[in-house]
Every structure is written in C-alpha cells, then in structure tokens.
C-alpha cells in the first residue's frame, strides 16, 4: 500500500468513515465483510446438516442451552467493542 494510500486510510478511520470494501467488517458497526457474504453465498450445502454432522446431535444442543443461559444472565454478555479499540486503547 502506497504512503497517499496509508494517508487516506488513516483519514477516514479519523473522520468516522467505513468503507466495507477497504477495511473489512466491523463487530462494533455490525458489518460483515463482504468478501465473506460472498462466499457464504456459493455454499452448494445446507450448513444446519453439516453442523449437525460434524458435531453430533448432542453438541448442538449442549451449545443451544448454553447460550440461552448466557441470554438469560446479563453478567455474561461479552461486549465486543474491544475488538474496534486503537493500539493505544
């Protein structure tokens, strides 16, 4: 990446701006990266059966009552704004 280019990309994170298809995806502004969605997209499977075949009937229902115990206990949401601090945060 050219140093106009760092410039420009330094400018616009400073003034709140986001371009999906520069940066990627953000937790904190809910975007998906859209080369991910493009991909999600060209799945020729249904994911509901490969999960249930990969992890087994079982599993899947282990991970469906833990989180709706984590739903139901406020102490236990994870707030994922870290994942959008600065190096100096």
């Known amino acids: 990446m050219s140093t106009s ?7 616009k994170i400073k003034e709140k701006e986001f371009d999906p298809k520069v940066l ?5 502004r809910n ?7 493009e ?3 060209k799945t ?5 059966e490969f999960s249930s075949f990969m992890m087994g009937e079982e599993v899947l229902e282990e ?3 833990i989180r ?3 739903s139901a206990e406020p102490q236990l ?3 994922l704004s870290f994942f959008e601090d600065s190096r100096n945060d």
């Open 44 to 48: 020729a499977f249904d994911k509901i």
């Open 39 to 41: 991909e999600r997209q």
């Open 68 to 70: 709706a115990f984590i």
């Open 24 to 28: 990627g995806g953000s937790i904190k």
């Open 31 to 37: 975007i998906v990266n859209p080369d991910l969605v």
């Open 77 to 79: 949401q994870v707030d």
């Open 63 to 65: 991970i469906k009552e």
């Open 5 to 11: 280019a760092q410039a420009n990309l330094v400018t």
